[in-house]
């Protein structure tokens, strides 16, 4: 009758010792199945599909940390383009602005009225004059503080002036919108220089 126990004993046992292993192999392979699957469905982020037609074709999408650089540069280069390029327009410089201040802080908005108190933009729809802006370097550091340099060409209808434009600020990562699609806003936005270059008289007749 012991033995018989001892046996029925011994054969539980073993019972719970395969029931408890199998647990954990089972526990294992949907673990295994989880981490397989989230790496999937991440791998599957990095890939979007565009429409050739009718037909889908996966495109490659860098990771943000690689293409953020030139999402700065490209939000500082749109601001100053916005800023900047003017023509006597009054409905399509108020247009523009409007743009240029969602992309930066208070500063933008200081600078803009300042420039509209000294008769800036009156001046420019008086002498019916376009400003244009080239973009010669963008200088950007770790910190995201960055330095713009450019010329600004003013044509009147007697002259032609370049002028040196040099601003700096910081760069702020913001959630993206419809009016600021890269998700970066401009902070601490200052003109270090906006002197003349050269002015070109016009023959007139």
């Known amino acids: 009758m012991k033995k018989v126990v001892k046996t029925l004993e011994s054969r539980m046992k073993a019972s719970r010792s395969v029931a408890f ?3 954990l192999f089972n526990l294992v392979i949907c673990i295994a199945i989880l981490i397989y699957a989230n790496g999937q469905v991440n791998s599957a982020r990095k890939s979007i599909y565009v429409l050739n037609g009718n037909i889908p074709m996966l495109a490659s999408q860098t990771l943000q940390e690689v293409n953020r650089p030139a999402e700065y540069r490209s939000q500082i280069d749109l601001f ?3 800023f900047f390029n003017i023509m006597p327009d009054e409905k399509q410089i108020q247009l523009q602005m409007e743009k240029a ?6 500063s933008g908005m200081q600078q803009y009225h300042s420039m509209k108190e000294k008769g800036f933009f009156s001046s420019i729809l008086s002498s019916n004059a376009f400003i244009s802006l080239m973009t010669d370097s963008i200088v950007l550091d770790n ?3 960055f330095v713009f340099y450019g010329k600004q060409k003013i044509e009147r209808r007697t002259s032609i002036t370049v002028r040196n434009l040099v601003t700096s600020g910081s760069l702020v990562d913001v959630p993206r919108t419809i009016n600021n699609s890269h998700g970066v806003q401009i902070v ?3 003109t270090l220089n906006n002197e003349d270059l050269s002015i070109q008289e016009k023959f007139t007749y």
């Open 21 to 23: 292993i199998s647990f």
């Open 80 to 82: 100053h383009s916005l």
């Open 101 to 106: 201040l969602y992309l930066c802080d208070e």
């Open 143 to 145: 910190n995201k503080n």
């Open 188 to 190: 601490n936005w200052k």
